[in-house]
């Protein structure tokens, strides 16, 4: 049409396009692309940095859980799973005002209490920062929690009445060894073979509390033991 009748009659027109072209075809070249794309790559490692690493840097704990790390917080490493652990606290601190100890019995269980809000605490930090020390604090309680449990039990069992003490000694050194193994070799699988053998007899002993006709500490030992399980 009428433009490209201008560009025909005018030669200033047409040398002054042809300059243009020539300086914009610079910014395609092999170099400048080259550079274009390094820039977009550095800025999306950047970013993959910011969500890889955030405040607490990338977690050094023996595992992990689904939450993606930082997803919600730059504070935060798994920020949901760690504000989800103030349940435990909460959980510890009503049964302890419900609980309102009375006897030796009721000073383990209000014992139970203490450590329930200690992995509360413990979980909130561990997730939070997913630092293999805050996961300690987590996990080393929850042992904790069992052998306090089952020390009450077996307190309350007839048939080891006369050597409660024994195996209250006997849980209390195997809690300790489930800790010093897993603390040394740093396998979160010990841990798990180990917590999950003291909810097993704890599961055990309930049901002999159960069948023996103490139905209301044996609902007391069931709550115990879905404690100890989650």
């Not at 490209?4 to 300059?19: A, F, I, T």
């Not at 993606?68 to 435990?88: D, K, L, R, T």
Request: with cysteine.
């Amino acid at each position: 049409g009428q433009s490209l009748s201008e560009l025909v009659m005018d030669s200033q027109l047409r040398k002054s396009l042809g300059r243009q072209g020539s300086s914009d075809v610079e910014k395609y070249s092999w170099d400048n692309a080259a550079s274009n794309l390094l820039h977009t790559w550095e800025g999306a490692i950047r970013d993959a940095s910011f969500v890889e690493h955030g405040f607490w840097g990338l977690p050094n704990t023996t595992h992990q859980f689904c939450e993606p790390n930082y997803a919600f917080s730059y504070y935060g490493v798994e920020s949901v799973n760690a504000f989800s652990s103030i349940i435990y606290i909460l959980c510890a601190f009503k049964a302890h005002r419900q609980i309102q100890p009375r006897g030796e019995s009721m000073k383990i269980i209000s014992l139970a209490c203490l450590w329930l809000g200690i992995i509360g605490c413990g979980s909130l930090l561990f997730h939070l920062t997913m630092r293999y020390s805050m996961q300690l604090l987590d996990e080393v309680p929850m042992v904790c929690l069992m052998a306090t449990l089952l020390a009450n039990k077996v307190d309350k069992l007839k048939s080891a009445e006369k050597h409660a003490t024994f195996w209250q000694r006997l849980i209390g050194g195997y809690a300790f060894a489930i800790v010093l193994v897993y603390v040394t070799f740093g396998q979160y699988l010990l841990f798990c073979l180990g917590f999950d053998s003291l909810v097993l007899v704890d599961a055990v002993l309930t049901v002999q509390l159960w069948k023996r006709g103490d139905a209301k500490f044996a609902i007391n030992a069931f709550i115990g033991f879905g404690l100890g399980a989650i």
